[in-house]
Every structure is written in structure tokens, then in C-alpha cells.
């Protein structure tokens, strides 16, 4: 069994980012820059967007953040994204999820320019994905698939079990394993015989927010196991949606919780950044 590295993957993709922002600001004075919008005062949500402070910090990006109150109008917010969009130096906008009840995030998310929808939520991204002919790819799902390249492992002729069927992971997460012909399970809460499924997978990908849900009996001999979950388990200990102790001894690979798929998904968000400031300079 090996573990799979999100740490030292996300360090590379982070490099790799800094050295493209070097040679963009050398070559043709750009610094690609991120807006994060935060609404509230969310704990996770807060970690989040400092993690994200980071990043840019360590690549090299010029970074700003909006962290705006939790009475927060829809208009207000709209007016903002408005200005985001026509700011020259900002090339990726970033909008942290959930906000408030009162504010609906489709519409927020809709307003985004699409060049600049650094998380590829926006219909036109979406579309973009399920035809492959993509500018970004949502940077969790994108992460997952990095570090499977980054381990040589095969994803095409495999049979791939994904389970959850959200918009930001399961759904995307499904596609691009499609896409590099992958044969794609994606199960939910009305799956019949769920253990069974998943126990036929080659690559499995829990995405449930259920901590500990995916059980050793779920789980083949020698299967890659991808576990997105960020959960707190009785003891409020950070934990995956994997039962990792029981499951790692039956696995080819697994990814730990933390520093598994989290670091990747900043990572990807870096690499989306850079490529929206290229594409919107015509390079």
C-alpha cells in the first residue's frame, strides 16, 4: 500500500505556477491576480481563503480580498462581482462557498465572468468540461486527477466508483475520469446495493461528507481509494469520509486525511489563475 502525497504534489503544481508567473512578469510585465470574495464569518470558510492568501503569496500572484459582512445584500454583492469582472488586474474571481442563506450562490455565480471563474462553477465552464474542450477545470476534481497522473496511475479501461453527485466534486470528478476513458460509476443516496458497487471499483473517489462512511467491505483487494471528505469525526478530529485504518491495508493507494486531496485543490486553483491571466492577454 502507498499513500498518496497531496503535500509534496500540490508543492510541484506550486512551483511549476511560480516559475510560468516569473517568466510572465519578466517577459510581458503581468502578475496574475485573484480576488476572494468572503461573505460572513465562517470558520472553515476563513481558513480556507487564508490558505489561499498563502498560495498567492508563495507563487507570486497579486491577491485581494474582500471579506464583506454577513448582512450582505445580494445587490451589494452582485455590484461587487460587477467590479471584479471589468478590474484589469484581476484575472480570477473567487467567491467563497456557502454564503448565507439569503444569498443565492447560482446567481452570484452566474454573474462571474467566465474567463474569470477560476473555480469553474459557471454554466459556461460546466458546459465546457462535459465536451472537454475546457479553459478550467473545478480544483478539487482537477487535483484528484493530478495526483493520479503524478502516481502513473492508469485511470483508462477502469472501472471508477464516485461517490456523491455534487456540482463542485462528483459530478466534474466523473467527467474527467470519463474523459480519459475511464468506465464511471457515480452513485448517491438512492443507490441500490452501494457496498457491492463500490467493492467492484477499481478507483474509488469518496465524496460524501460522511466522516468514516466508506468501510474495508466497500473496499477491493489492491484499489486506489480517493477520499475528498474534510470531516470531524466523534472525537472532533479531522477525518476523511474513509474509514483509513480499516480500509489502507486492502488498497494499492490512498490518500490520508489531511494532506491528501485538501493541498491539491489550492494547488489547482494556483495553476486556473495563471491560465486565466494568459488567456485574457491573448498568450
Known amino acids: 500500500m502507498q499513500i498518496i502525497d497531496g503535500k509534496k504534489v500540490s508543492a510541484q503544481v506550486k512551483q511549476e505556477v511560480k516559475n510560468e508567473t516569473e517568466l510572465l512578469k519578466k517577459e510581458y510585465s503581468i502578475t496574475p491576480g485573484l480576488a476572494v470574495v468572503i461573505v460572513g464569518d465562517d470558520p472553515a470558510s476563513r481558513v480556507y481563503v487564508n490558505n489561499k492568501k498563502k498560495a498567492c503569496e508563495l507563487v507570486g500572484f497579486h491577491s485581494e480580498e474582500y471579506a464583506l459582512p454577513a448582512e450582505t445584500t445580494q445587490e451589494e454583492l452582485l455590484d461587487l462581482v460587477k467590479t471584479l469582472n471589468e478590474k484589469k488586474d484581476i484575472n480570477g474571481i473567487l467567491v467563497q462557498l456557502p454564503l448565507p442563506k439569503h444569498l443565492d450562490d447560482k446567481a452570484v455565480i452566474e454573474a462571474i465572468n467566465p474567463l474569470k471563474d ?39 479501461g477502469k472501472n471508477c466508483v464516485v461517490i456523491g453527485r455534487s456540482n463542485i466534486v462528483g459530478k466534474p470528478m466523473g467527467m474527467l475520469l470519463l474523459h480519459e476513458n475511464g468506465t464511471v460509476t457515480i452513485c448517491h443516496s438512492r443507490t441500490k446495493n452501494l457496498a457491492e458497487v463500490c467493492s467492484g471499483a477499481d478507483i474509488l473517489v469518496a465524496a460524501v461528507g460522511k466522516p468514516k462512511f466508506v468501510t474495508a467491505d466497500m473496499v477491493k483487494e489492491g484499489a486506489v481509494v480517493i477520499d475528498v471528505g474534510m470531516d470531524r469525526d466523534e472525537n472532533g478530529k479531522l477525518c476523511g469520509d474513509v474509514d483509513f485504518e480499516n480500509v489502507k491495508d486492502k488498497c494499492s493507494y490512498i490518500t490520508p486525511v489531511p494532506g491528501g486531496v485538501g493541498p491539491m485543490t489550492i494547488a489547482t486553483l494556483m495553476k486556473n489563475t495563471v491560465k486565466a491571466a494568459k488567456i485574457q492577454n491573448n498568450l
Open 118 to 156: 477560476v473555480d469553474a462553477f459557471h454554466a459556461v465552464n460546466v458546459g465546457k468540461i462535459m465536451l472537454g474542450e475546457y479553459d478550467f477545470l473545478p480544483c478539487t476534481p482537477a487535483g484528484v486527477m493530478e495526483m493520479l497522473h503524478y502516481y502513473n496511475i492508469e485511470v483508462s
